[in-house]
T-cell receptor
Framework: DQQVKQNSPSLSVQEGRISILNCDYT??????FLWYKKYPAEGPTFLIS?????DKNEDGRFTVFLNKSAKHLSLHIVPSQPGDSAVYFC?????????????FGQGTRLTINP | EAQVTQNPRYLITVTGKKLTVTCSQN?????MSWYRQDPGLGLRQIYY???????DKGDVPEGYKVSRKEKRNFPLILESPSPNQTSLYFC????????????FGPGTRLLVL
Protein backbone atom coordinates (compact mmCIF):
# COMPACT_ATOMS: atom_id res chain seq x y z
CA ASP A 1 0.00 0.00 0.00
CA GLN A 2 1.94 2.98 -1.32
CA GLN A 3 0.73 5.98 0.66
CA VAL A 4 3.00 8.40 -1.22
CA LYS A 5 3.14 7.95 -4.96
CA GLN A 6 5.34 9.45 -7.61
CA ASN A 7 3.79 8.19 -10.81
CA SER A 8 6.50 9.42 -13.16
CA PRO A 9 9.67 7.34 -12.86
CA SER A 10 11.55 9.80 -15.04
CA LEU A 11 11.36 13.32 -16.45
CA SER A 12 13.50 15.06 -19.03
CA VAL A 13 13.62 18.88 -19.23
CA GLN A 14 15.65 21.34 -21.23
CA GLU A 15 18.07 23.57 -19.38
CA GLY A 16 16.49 26.90 -18.46
CA ARG A 17 12.92 25.61 -18.59
CA ILE A 18 10.69 24.71 -15.67
CA SER A 19 10.80 21.23 -14.11
CA ILE A 20 7.63 20.06 -12.39
CA LEU A 21 7.76 16.93 -10.27
CA ASN A 22 4.52 15.53 -8.92
CA CYS A 23 3.53 13.51 -5.92
CA ASP A 24 0.17 12.13 -4.74
CA TYR A 25 -0.69 10.86 -1.30
CA THR A 26 -3.55 8.98 0.29
CA UNK A 27 -3.19 9.57 4.03
CA UNK A 28 -4.98 12.73 5.19
CA UNK A 29 -3.09 12.54 8.51
CA UNK A 30 0.24 13.52 6.93
CA UNK A 31 1.31 16.77 8.59
CA UNK A 32 4.52 17.67 6.80
CA PHE A 33 5.76 17.10 3.26
CA LEU A 34 9.36 17.09 2.11
CA TRP A 35 11.40 16.75 -1.04
CA TYR A 36 14.78 15.05 -1.06
CA LYS A 37 17.33 15.06 -3.85
CA LYS A 38 19.69 12.16 -4.47
CA TYR A 39 22.79 12.00 -6.63
CA PRO A 40 24.34 8.64 -7.61
CA ALA A 41 26.54 7.08 -4.91
CA GLU A 42 25.32 9.60 -2.33
CA GLY A 43 22.61 9.65 0.29
CA PRO A 44 19.46 11.75 -0.15
CA THR A 45 19.74 15.37 0.89
CA PHE A 46 16.89 17.52 2.13
CA LEU A 47 15.72 20.07 -0.41
CA ILE A 48 12.54 21.81 0.70
CA SER A 49 9.50 21.14 2.86
CA UNK A 50 5.99 22.40 3.49
CA UNK A 51 3.62 22.15 6.40
CA UNK A 52 0.17 20.77 5.77
CA UNK A 53 -1.33 24.08 6.87
CA UNK A 54 0.32 25.95 4.00
CA ASP A 55 -0.16 25.74 0.25
CA LYS A 56 3.15 27.11 -0.99
CA ASN A 57 6.75 27.36 0.11
CA GLU A 58 9.53 28.94 -1.90
CA ASP A 59 13.29 28.73 -1.59
CA GLY A 60 15.26 30.27 -4.41
CA ARG A 61 14.64 28.32 -7.60
CA PHE A 62 12.58 25.72 -5.77
CA THR A 63 8.89 26.04 -4.94
CA VAL A 64 6.67 23.39 -3.43
CA PHE A 65 2.90 23.54 -3.84
CA LEU A 66 0.41 21.61 -1.75
CA ASN A 67 -3.18 20.96 -2.79
CA LYS A 68 -4.77 19.25 0.19
CA SER A 69 -8.17 18.74 -1.39
CA ALA A 70 -6.55 16.82 -4.25
CA LYS A 71 -3.92 15.25 -1.96
CA HIS A 72 -1.31 16.41 -4.42
CA LEU A 73 2.15 17.90 -3.99
CA SER A 74 4.42 19.34 -6.64
CA LEU A 75 7.96 20.67 -6.82
CA HIS A 76 8.78 23.40 -9.33
CA ILE A 77 12.36 24.14 -10.31
CA VAL A 78 12.85 27.36 -12.27
CA PRO A 79 15.10 27.71 -14.16
CA SER A 80 16.34 24.15 -14.42
CA GLN A 81 20.10 23.67 -14.40
CA PRO A 82 22.27 20.66 -15.33
CA GLY A 83 23.20 20.22 -11.66
CA ASP A 84 19.54 19.56 -10.91
CA SER A 85 19.80 16.19 -12.65
CA ALA A 86 19.15 13.71 -9.84
CA VAL A 87 16.51 11.45 -8.36
CA TYR A 88 13.90 13.36 -6.37
CA PHE A 89 11.95 11.73 -3.57
CA CYS A 90 8.73 13.08 -2.16
CA UNK A 91 8.14 12.21 1.50
CA UNK A 92 5.55 12.86 4.18
CA UNK A 93 5.49 12.64 7.97
CA UNK A 94 2.78 11.18 10.14
CA UNK A 95 2.51 10.46 13.86
CA UNK A 96 1.77 6.83 14.66
CA UNK A 97 1.56 5.65 18.26
CA UNK A 98 3.67 8.49 19.62
CA UNK A 99 6.40 8.26 16.99
CA UNK A 100 6.84 10.35 13.88
CA UNK A 101 7.22 8.29 10.71
CA UNK A 102 8.56 9.40 7.35
CA UNK A 103 6.98 7.78 4.29
CA PHE A 104 8.75 8.06 0.93
CA GLY A 105 7.55 7.93 -2.63
CA GLN A 106 9.26 5.81 -5.27
CA GLY A 107 11.33 8.64 -6.69
CA THR A 108 11.49 10.47 -10.03
CA ARG A 109 14.70 10.68 -12.04
CA LEU A 110 15.07 14.20 -13.43
CA THR A 111 17.42 14.77 -16.36
CA ILE A 112 18.24 18.31 -17.45
CA ASN A 113 19.40 18.47 -21.04
CA PRO A 114 21.76 21.23 -22.17
CA GLU B 1 32.68 18.17 9.08
CA ALA B 2 29.18 17.16 10.18
CA GLN B 3 28.36 13.84 8.63
CA VAL B 4 26.86 10.38 8.80
CA THR B 5 29.28 7.62 7.85
CA GLN B 6 28.54 4.04 6.89
CA ASN B 7 30.83 1.06 6.45
CA PRO B 8 31.28 -0.82 4.30
CA ARG B 9 30.08 1.06 1.22
CA TYR B 10 29.87 -2.12 -0.85
CA LEU B 11 29.51 -5.70 0.32
CA ILE B 12 29.02 -9.03 -1.41
CA THR B 13 28.20 -11.94 0.85
CA VAL B 14 26.56 -15.35 0.79
CA THR B 15 23.27 -16.52 2.24
CA GLY B 16 23.42 -17.12 5.98
CA LYS B 17 26.71 -15.39 6.74
CA LYS B 18 26.13 -12.86 9.50
CA LEU B 19 27.12 -9.30 8.73
CA THR B 20 27.04 -5.88 10.34
CA VAL B 21 26.83 -2.51 8.63
CA THR B 22 28.09 0.26 10.86
CA CYS B 23 26.66 3.76 11.07
CA SER B 24 28.13 6.68 12.95
CA GLN B 25 27.18 10.35 13.22
CA ASN B 26 29.20 13.19 14.71
CA UNK B 27 26.36 15.68 15.17
CA UNK B 28 25.15 14.54 18.60
CA UNK B 29 21.78 13.66 17.09
CA UNK B 30 19.30 11.72 19.17
CA UNK B 31 17.23 10.21 16.35
CA MET B 32 18.79 7.62 14.02
CA SER B 33 17.24 5.38 11.43
CA TRP B 34 17.94 2.73 8.80
CA TYR B 35 16.30 2.59 5.38
CA ARG B 36 16.52 0.34 2.39
CA GLN B 37 16.02 1.56 -1.15
CA ASP B 38 14.64 -0.79 -3.78
CA PRO B 39 13.61 -0.04 -7.39
CA GLY B 40 10.01 1.07 -7.64
CA LEU B 41 9.58 1.16 -3.86
CA GLY B 42 11.51 4.23 -2.76
CA LEU B 43 13.01 4.24 0.71
CA ARG B 44 11.45 2.10 3.42
CA GLN B 45 12.31 2.36 7.06
CA ILE B 46 13.78 -0.74 8.70
CA TYR B 47 14.39 0.37 12.29
CA TYR B 48 14.74 3.63 14.14
CA UNK B 49 16.04 4.83 17.47
CA UNK B 50 14.85 7.90 19.33
CA UNK B 51 17.69 7.76 21.85
CA UNK B 52 20.31 5.52 23.44
CA UNK B 53 18.88 2.10 24.30
CA UNK B 54 15.57 3.01 22.64
CA UNK B 55 14.88 1.27 19.32
CA ASP B 56 11.71 0.40 17.43
CA LYS B 57 10.61 -1.34 14.27
CA GLY B 58 10.00 0.51 11.07
CA ASP B 59 8.02 -0.77 8.12
CA VAL B 60 10.26 -3.65 7.04
CA PRO B 61 12.13 -4.95 10.14
CA GLU B 62 12.06 -8.69 9.34
CA GLY B 63 15.52 -10.20 9.11
CA TYR B 64 17.28 -7.24 10.71
CA LYS B 65 18.50 -6.27 14.16
CA VAL B 66 19.84 -3.01 15.52
CA SER B 67 21.37 -1.72 18.71
CA ARG B 68 21.95 1.74 20.16
CA LYS B 69 24.48 1.48 22.94
CA GLU B 70 26.00 4.87 22.24
CA LYS B 71 24.45 8.03 20.87
CA ARG B 72 26.71 8.23 17.84
CA ASN B 73 26.50 4.63 16.61
CA PHE B 74 23.59 2.65 15.20
CA PRO B 75 24.75 -0.61 13.59
CA LEU B 76 22.49 -2.72 11.39
CA ILE B 77 22.86 -6.48 11.84
CA LEU B 78 21.79 -9.18 9.43
CA GLU B 79 22.01 -12.41 11.40
CA SER B 80 21.30 -14.69 8.43
CA PRO B 81 21.19 -12.69 5.21
CA SER B 82 19.03 -13.87 2.34
CA PRO B 83 18.97 -12.81 -1.33
CA ASN B 84 15.84 -10.68 -0.77
CA GLN B 85 17.95 -8.44 1.45
CA THR B 86 20.03 -7.42 -1.53
CA SER B 87 19.46 -3.69 -1.53
CA LEU B 88 20.88 -0.21 -1.04
CA TYR B 89 20.91 0.72 2.64
CA PHE B 90 20.95 4.20 4.14
CA CYS B 91 21.53 5.29 7.68
CA UNK B 92 20.19 8.67 8.76
CA UNK B 93 20.21 10.88 11.83
CA UNK B 94 18.16 13.84 12.94
CA UNK B 95 18.54 16.52 15.59
CA UNK B 96 14.82 16.43 16.26
CA UNK B 97 12.79 13.73 17.96
CA UNK B 98 11.78 12.44 14.59
CA UNK B 99 12.80 12.02 10.95
CA UNK B 100 11.70 15.37 9.60
CA UNK B 101 15.18 16.91 9.32
CA UNK B 102 17.27 13.85 8.60
CA UNK B 103 20.84 13.74 7.35
CA PHE B 104 21.62 10.64 5.33
CA GLY B 105 24.78 8.62 5.04
CA PRO B 106 26.26 7.77 1.62
CA GLY B 107 24.68 4.32 1.44
CA THR B 108 25.82 0.70 1.55
CA ARG B 109 25.16 -1.48 -1.44
CA LEU B 110 24.66 -5.08 -0.36
CA LEU B 111 24.52 -8.14 -2.60
CA VAL B 112 23.53 -11.45 -1.00
CA LEU B 113 24.26 -14.48 -3.19
Amino acid sequence: DQQVKQNSPSLSVQEGRISILNCDYTNSMFDYFLWYKKYPAEGPTFLISISSIKDKNEDGRFTVFLNKSAKHLSLHIVPSQPGDSAVYFCAATVWIQGAQKLVFGQGTRLTINP
Amino acid sequence: EAQVTQNPRYLITVTGKKLTVTCSQNMNHEYMSWYRQDPGLGLRQIYYSMNVEVTDKGDVPEGYKVSRKEKRNFPLILESPSPNQTSLYFCASSPAQGPKTQYFGPGTRLLVL
